[in-house]
T-cell receptor, first 117, second 114 residues
Framework: AQTVTQSQPEMSVQEAETVTLSCTYDTSESDYYLFWYKQPPSRQMILVIRQEAYKQQNATENRFSVNFQKAAKSFSLKISDSQLGDAAMYFCAYRTPLGEGAQKLVFGQGTRLTINP | ETGVTQTPRHLVMGMTNKKSLKCEQHLGHNAMYWYKQSAKKPLELMFVYNFKEQTENNSVPSRFSPECPNSSHLFLHLHTLQPEDSALYLC?????????????FGPGTRLTVL
């Protein structure tokens, strides 16, 4: 079974600085998808960034980028120019297909990110 | 209304009560999911529905009973719950597509079992 590990329960960063959240996963599959989700204090989980395993190029979305190391099974999230609105729980997730198009997401334990003004 | 909505947002119930959680998605998706989020634990997938058919039951106790009358609505019926069932219950939906499509989440129902 796939597992996802986020080894940093809490992180903090000064506003405008850069922070990296780590994520490792375990799988025997070669083709899969990885996601970072953000859950602000209001609780609605939203997608931050996603990566297809067969793509070597790291995904970027504005101030968010990933460092995807397939051989090491590592998928870290870098947030540049941190803003107060980035404060949230961040979840790394691994997606496997369930057949017929439905998905199964396996989540890590989450990292609580605090932004210090 | 757009996205994924859940009602109620908060629910307090006794162990002998029967209640239901409701989820509705306005995104035209055909797959819907129930997750349980407990403190200090990863999100746990509970149930998956695919075109109204349940395709996954992640060893969930029978005191949780899902219902999916159509691809836009998903219910979670609760009866004789235990205090350890207190958690945030999240609903999500996604397209039935093998491409890189994400799951969209609702705001959750905070359940407290007394």
């Amino acid at each position: 079974a796939q597992t996802v590990t986020q080894s940093q329960p809490e992180m903090s960063v000064q506003e405008a600085e850069t922070v990296t959240l780590s994520c490792t996963y375990d799988t025997s599959e070669s083709d899969y998808y990885l996601f970072w989700y953000k859950q602000p204090p209001s609780r609605q989980m939203i997608l931050v960034i996603r990566q297809e395993a067969y793509k070597q190029q790291n995904a970027t979305e504005n101030r968010f980028s990933v460092n995807f190391q397939k051989a090491a099974k590592s998928f870290s999230l870098k947030i540049s120019d941190s803003q107060l609105g980035d404060a949230a729980m961040y979840f790394c997730a691994y997606r496997t297909p369930l057949g017929e198009g439905a998905q199964k997401l396996v989540f890590g334990q989450g990292t609580r990110l605090t932004i210090n003004p | 209304e757009t996205g994924v909505t859940q009602t109620p947002r908060h629910l307090v119930m006794g162990m002998t009560n029967k209640k239901s959680l409701k989820c509705e998605q306005h995104l035209g998706h055909n797959a819907m999911y129930w997750y349980k989020q407990s403190a200090k634990k990863p999100l746990e997938l509970m149930f998956v529905y695919n075109f109204k058919e349940q395709t996954e039951n992640n060893s969930v106790p029978s005191r949780f009973s899902p219902e999916c009358p159509n691809s836009s609505h998903l219910f979670l019926h609760l009866h004789t719950l235990q205090p350890e069932d207190s958690a945030l219950y999240l609903c999500a939906s996604s397209p039935l597509d093998r491409g890189l499509n994400e799951q969209f989440f609702g705001p959750g129902t905070r359940l407290t079992v007394l």
